[in-house]
Every structure is written in C-alpha cells, then in structure tokens.
C-alpha cells in the first residue's frame, strides 16, 4: 500500500507579515496512521524541499502525541526535510492520495497544475483521495471526466467559515473554503460545533473539517483503500 501525502510549500500569510504552512498535526496524525498500518509513505510538496511549518502549529496548545512522536521520530523529520516536488510523480506509482491542511495549500495548491493533474489522475483510476481542514481547497479547481466542478453533487467538508472567523483570519486568507465549495456545487457539511472531529466520504472523496479530523480522516481513507 502506497500513499501519497502532498504538503504545501507557501510560507506568507497573505501580506500580513506574519508566517504559516502546513499545519504540524494535519501532517503527524495522519502520517503515523498510515506507517502504523503498514503503508509505504511518500512526501511532496509543490517546490520539494523542507515545507513551511505553521509556527502556530508548533506551540504547547497545539501539540499532540502524534506531533511529540514526530518531534522524537529523526527518521520522519529526515523524510519531510526531502519531499519530492509534485512535477515528479505520477499517480500511477501510488495507491492513495492525501492532503494534509494549513493555511498555506489556500495560496499554492488551489491552482496548482500539477496537483491537479495528480487529483484527476488519481479519481480517473478509481483511487481514493483525502484532504483536511483547509487542504480541500485541492478541489475547488479539479474536473470531473465530464467538465463539471469535481466537487459539484460531492458530499465534504472543510475549515467552516465559523471556524476562520474563530482564528480571526477571514479577512486574510484568499477565499473561505466553505463559502468556495458551496458555490461549486458541492454538498457541504460539517459538525454541529466548532473544531470538532467531522468526516465524510463521498465515493473516493474523503474530507475531514479542522485538526481534530485529521487521524479520523486518515483513518476514513484506509477504510476506502481496505474496501476495494
């Protein structure tokens, strides 16, 4: 089983001044589910490298068991340093592909050429594919084999305009994800309170809402790759 986790490489939030990227646990949670269940990990990013880490995602509020296991684990912090850059690879050389979130994927991965050749690539072979929090946006420009939105008619979720209103952060970022989604088209839904755990599937479409998702929405995706 191989999985592809692709990371953004945008580090500015808007012109702020201030720095974002991807967000630690949106990486961690899923990547541990994924080699814990015997997966062979693959990580990309847009420009390859060592992609941006939220520094807000790094401060004692926001971590985690699978963060404080990824800060022990060299191995793992060795493989992120050298992600592989998206124009690379190819979809036919994985199983799966996953989206972890932060702020960053809203500015580098909503049109990024080779992101979604990877993501039509990837649902044209009947492979599924997960994203959390703010990473749906992956979706908001991809096609379905008929030209429509790929996203229109899909039951997902994704960071709640509530929920950027909550970080304080809607007159920043370049679009509300929900807002975009619906519309799309899309089906969008969400939990009853803010920052909860919330997933869905839709087909091959797995989608988590906020960090709290992000093992769930992993774990989603496994049951989908499990089934076929």
Known sequence: MKILMVLTSHDAMGDTGHKTG?????????????KDAGAEVTLASPKGGQPPVDPNSTQEDALTDETRRFEADSEAKAQLASTLRLDMLNAADYDAIFYPGGHGPLWDLTDNADSLRLIEAFLAADKPLGAVCHAPTVLLKA?????????????????ANSEEDAVGLS????HLLE???K??????????????PYQVNDGLLVTGQNP??????AALLLEQLGGR
């Open 22 to 34: 991807f967000w630690l646990e949106e990486f961690a949670a899923p990547y541990y589910v994924f």
């Open 183 to 196: 519309r799309l088209g899309a089906d969008y839904v969400r939990s009853v309170d803010d920052f909860a």
């Open 143 to 159: 096609k379905a084999a008929n030209g429509e939105p790929l996203v229109k008619g899909k039951r997902v979720t994704g960071f």
């Open 171 to 174: 007159a920043v970022v370049p």
């Open 179 to 181: 807002d975009e989604l």
């Open 212 to 217: 709290a998702s992000s093992a769930p929405t």
